[in-house]
């Protein structure tokens, strides 16, 4: 092993820090709903708030490791390919954060007049079931992209 490899964590590392640690309240409230509701999987199992909140943490980290990210030999394609991808992440986050706001938004509406808006409240819990494995998938494929690495 060379002394560079022995600082750099490898891309296990930089998984867990940046894709799972950001989605570990959406997972740990998924495993203790999972368990109250005697090991049954449904729609409400796991919480689209927290998921869509997750998955912006998540894209922020990325964000900000790739704008921290150094390129051995300074080019200004791949530094704009770094740019916009930070660009795409950081448009993630945002849609993201939307998404949480419209359902916490909607839950609270429900909450207070009924299941007025509640087949909004899973067309949106839907959206982001979905929207979520966008991020994640382009996260990997970035990783190895640009060869990132975890900033510990």
Same mark, same amino acid.
């Given at each position: 092993?060379? !002394?560079? #490899?022995?600082?750099?964590?490898?891309?296990?590392?930089?998984? %867990?820090?940046?894709? &799972?640690?950001? =989605?570990?309240? *959406?997972?740990?409230?998924?495993?203790?709903?999972?368990?109250?509701? !005697?090991? #049954?999987?449904?729609?409400?199992?796991?919480?689209?708030?927290? %998921?869509?909140?997750? &998955?912006?943490? =998540?894209?922020? *980290?990325?964000?900000?490791?790739?704008?921290?990210?150094?390129?051995?030999?300074?080019?200004?394609?791949?530094?704009?390919?770094?740019?916009?991808?930070?660009?795409?992440?950081?448009?993630?986050?945002?849609?993201?954060?939307?998404?949480?706001?419209?359902?916490?938004?909607?839950?609270?509406?429900?909450?207070?007049?009924?299941?007025?808006?509640?087949?909004?409240?899973?067309?949106?819990?839907?959206?982001?079931?979905?929207?979520?494995?966008?991020?994640?998938?382009?996260?990997?494929?970035?990783?190895?992209?640009?060869?990132?690495?975890?900033?510990?």
């Amino acid at each position: 092993m060379t !002394d560079k #490899s022995k600082k750099q964590p490898s891309t296990g590392t930089w998984i %867990l820090i940046h894709i &799972i640690f950001p =989605l570990l309240p *959406f997972l740990i409230e998924g495993f203790i709903r999972f368990i109250l509701f !005697d090991l #049954s999987m449904t729609l409400h199992t796991f919480n689209s708030a927290t %998921l869509a909140a997750s &998955i912006g943490l =998540l894209c922020l *980290f990325i964000n900000q490791n790739l704008l921290a990210h150094n390129i051995p030999l300074p080019d200004e394609e791949e530094q704009s390919r770094i740019y916009g991808t930070a660009t795409l992440f950081l448009t993630f986050a945002v849609i993201s954060f939307i998404l949480f706001t419209i359902i916490v938004l909607l839950v609270a509406i429900g909450e207070k007049h009924g299941d007025l808006l509640q087949q909004a409240q899973y067309t949106f819990e839907s959206i982001v079931f979905i929207f979520c494995l966008l991020p994640i998938a382009t996260a990997i494929k970035t990783q190895r992209s640009f060869k990132l690495r975890a900033v510990i």
